[in-house]
């Protein structure tokens, strides 16, 4: 049995049509008690004299009507001209999209396999991050291009929808398109990160190796140890090799997370 609140709390955590679909029917509930409670002090003011409360609840009705009634007239604007222009303005996002969201990510990636801003990176590591990246990128093209020639129907129903949700729902299929053709930039930054704090946490054991302490897990804090020449020799290596690989790791961190950030505020304007 699927429990509907916890499928409606999931859809407006991860989509924003459906959080904008959650705030139109609770403002239209709003609205109807708005309404309800201004002919309820409006006979209550008749009789008892109430002028000044009836006139304040009546002026915010009429206040929260007219930003609804902007907000549907806005989108039916720019439902029109969507509509009208559905065929360019689907070209122009397939064309954007791959822009930045492929090719200038892909000559980013070429850049940084050379001496990206003097910075000399270690040969074999950034070869291969550059590969496996790469590789995700010509994935993502193949699952990207068949699904960009449907973007004109996105924006026909992106226009459409202006009609019903006003300006503020074409906003919410348009952070939802860019979340969906974005997704692939959001694995460069999980398997970034995850890769970058692996290496932290490494890099943190064998310095606790230098001090002559571990990392106690029962208790969870950091006690006393006497480690033997081999155990400081091998960690010895293990740091050294560590250390010189994090700058090509940094790097490569620093890059996808601005791509993330770029995307997130994208999203926070949208929002």
């Known amino acids: 049995m699927v429990d509907v609140s916890?499928?409606?709390?999931?859809i407006k955590r991860?989509?924003?049509?459906?959080?904008?679909?959650d705030l139109a029917v609770r403002k239209s509930v709003h609205l109807a008690e708005q309404w309800g409670a201004v002919c309820g002090t409006g006979r209550a003011a008749a009789a008892a004299g109430g002028r000044q409360r009836h006139t304040a609840l009546y002026a915010y009705l009429w206040n929260s009507a007219w930003v609804i009634a902007l907000d549907v007239a806005l989108g039916c604007i720019l439902g029109a001209v969507l509509l009208a222009h559905a065929d360019a303005v689907g070209a122009w996002m397939v064309a954007a999209l791959r822009q930045h969201t492929v090719t200038s990510l892909e000559q980013t990636i070429v850049w940084l396999r050379g001496w990206p801003a003097g910075l000399k990176l270690n040969n074999g590591l950034d070869g291969?991050?550059?590969?496996?990246?790469?590789?995700?990128?010509?994935?993502?093209?193949?699952v990207f291009h068949p699904s960009a020639r449907h973007l004109r129907a996105i924006v026909a129903v992106?226009?459409?929808s202006g009609f019903v949700g006003g300006c503020s729902m074409q906003l919410a299929v348009l952070s939802d398109v860019?979340?969906?053709?974005?997704?692939h930039t959001y694995w460069f930054y999980m398997v970034a990160t995850r890769i970058f704090h692996w290496q932290l946490v490494t890099?943190?054991?064998?310095?606790?190796?230098?001090?002559?302490?571990?990392?106690?897990?029962?208790?969870?804090?950091?006690?006393s140890c006497d480690y033997n020449l081999d155990?400081?020799?091998?960690?010895?290596?293990?740091?050294?090799?560590?250390?010189?690989?994090?700058?090509?790791?940094?790097?490569?961190?620093?890059t996808f997370v601005g791509r993330r950030l770029a995307v997130t505020m994208a999203h926070g304007l949208l929002e």
């Open 6 to 10: 916890v499928v409606g709390r999931k």
């Open 231 to 254: 155990q400081l020799l091998i960690g010895t290596i293990l740091f050294t090799l560590l250390t010189y690989l994090f700058p090509t790791v940094l790097v490569y961190y620093i």
């Open 128 to 142: 291969f991050l550059a590969e496996l990246f790469l590789w995700l990128i010509h994935f993502w093209t193949t």
């Open 158 to 160: 992106a226009g459409w």
């Open 178 to 183: 860019l979340a969906l053709t974005t997704v």
């Open 14 to 21: 991860f989509s924003a049509v459906g959080q904008q679909l």
């Open 203 to 223: 890099l943190y054991s064998l310095f606790n190796l230098f001090r002559g302490r571990k990392h106690n897990v029962l208790r969870r804090r950091i006690d």
